[in-house]
């Protein structure tokens, strides 16, 4: 019989968050997600090129959706991250063209998907597990994820793009009232923050080395997982809009390190919440469920032993 993740492995959300951040320190979440930030910077530009060529090609003229893509990306991402992210696909496309960028389109994925290989070893260290697939397999799980990954950012771009005419036009044509364009502004973004949850869902579900897992389409830690990301988006960008030390501090380097910072907090909450599943896991196999063991996941006494 299968547990839910939601009963959390028999555990009260006080003790799990105990060790969570037991494990966060155990295994250097924070040091991780330091590398990981690394990866991400080198494939941020990558994966940003890739999106916008993948919506010319899509649907012609790109330059509405590229637009709105990236005012959607100044929403989380602090100001002068974003004006340095905004000026650099400026001057890459520019000297580039957008023929050149879609010919080299499957360069751009190979290198957008480095950041989610950097991704699939840490979430290894996260569950505890030893990579046993092939490099290939791995590079082509990364590479597959990436495209998926784009598949919802676009998906859910044309959602609240599009999304109001569409409500709009069937209103007019079955005179539903005005309510219902109303409703569906409203009800759009918690469809985009579903998006989001699948997206952290596909990652935790993929990228680690698990054997015989069940799908689950909404899970503790890609649910937390989210939730994390946007409050230490938010919370990081209110920071820097009242205390912005670090141009004055570091110069026209603030920016950069303003990035790497966001890059690392993103890095964090995706760990963070492969740590939630990992140890309600744990706490399931501890306490006899079948699946949890039969994936190869080590029990509490088990991390006694290794450590």
Known sequence: MKTSLWKLGGMSWGALA????AETNADDVFGRAAQLAYYFLLAL????????ATLGMMLGSGDGLRTALFNYLSQVMPGSAFQL?????????????AGKLSFGLLATLWAASNGLGAITEALNVAY????????????????????????????????VLLGGRVADGLAAHYQLGEFFPIAWRILQWPIVFAFMVLSFALIYYF??????????????????????WLLVSFGFKAYLHFFNSYSTTYGSLGAVIILMLWLYLTGAAILIGSEINSEIENAAAAAGAPDAKERGEKSPDDHKQAA
């Open 18 to 21: 105990k060790r969570v951040w």
């Open 45 to 52: 530009f990558p994966l940003l090129i890739f999106l916008t």
């Open 85 to 97: 992210v905004d000026t650099t696909m400026g001057e890459i496309t520019g000297a580039s063209g």
């Open 128 to 159: 505890d597990l030893e990579e046993t697939r092939p490099w290939w397999k791995r590079r082509l799980v990364a590479i597959v994820l990436t495209v998926a990954l784009s598949v919802l950012v676009i998906t859910a771009l044309l959602l």
């Open 207 to 228: 990228a680690p080395d698990l054997k015989d897992q069940d799908w689950k389409w909404l899970t503790p830690g890609s649910l937390i997982g989210v939730v994390l």
